[in-house]
């Protein structure tokens, strides 16, 4: 009798453990806006509400069998905007891969300044002038094609579907604004010379 006792408390244990699981780690409360996952949860230390959008496509890899999952996501980390790309295998480390992406059918970007995290599966973009560039594309694009290059995990790319963009910017980064793009330098107008 006791041993049916244990059972049934464990079992009522976890059942109950599901449903109290802090919702910052599931993804309850997100709405769609086209291809984008747009969180709209508060955090439970400052009360104020997570900003992030995220989408989601299958990835390739040269020392991968077959496709797997990656996430392209855009996020405000402590007041700051930041761009992730995640995977569900290793692509490199920081010392010895590139990234390159295109939007739609504008000219890509090659050796674009980023950095790979400890875990070797993600991938972020912080840099100022390299957000910048990137995000001045983003918006009202239908695609956008990532290629990382490494030595020692091979290449890996995605492309990422982006329908419903507009509304994915706009929630990640409304409390984070956007680093300028750099302003390109003016040539002189030639100067005539009196006669």
């Known amino acids: 009798m006791r041993g049916v006792a244990l059972v049934g408390l464990v079992v009522t244990g976890l059942v109950l453990g599901g449903c109290i699981r802090d919702p910052y780690v599931t993804n309850y409360d997100e709405i769609r806006s ?6 709209q949860q508060i955090d439970r230390v400052t009360g104020e509400e997570l900003p992030s959008a995220s989408v989601y496509e299958y990835a390739s890899n040269t020392n991968e069998d077959f496709p797997k999952p990656s996430s392209f996501q855009m996020t405000c980390l402590d007041g700051k905007p930041v761009v992730r790309f995640a995977f569900a295998f290793k692509v490199g480390n920081d010392k010895d891969t590139v990234l390159g ?49 490494s030595m020692i995990l091979g290449r890996t790319a995605v492309e990422y579907a982006l329908e419903g963009s507009e509304a994915a910017i706009d929630a990640a980064f409304a409390k984070c604004p956007m680093p300028p793009l750099p302003s390109q330098p003016q040539r002189r107008a030639s100067q005539k010379r009196p006669n």
């Open 101 to 149: 992406y295109r939007f739609d059918d504008r000219p890509g970007h090659e050796n674009v300044e980023s950095r790979v995290l400890l875990g070797k599966q993600m991938v972020v973009i912080e840099e100022k002038a390299a957000l910048a560039q990137f995000m001045s594309e983003l918006r009202g694009a239908q695609a956008l094609y990532v290629r990382l290059r």
């Open 34 to 39: 086209g291809e984008w996952w747009i969180s």
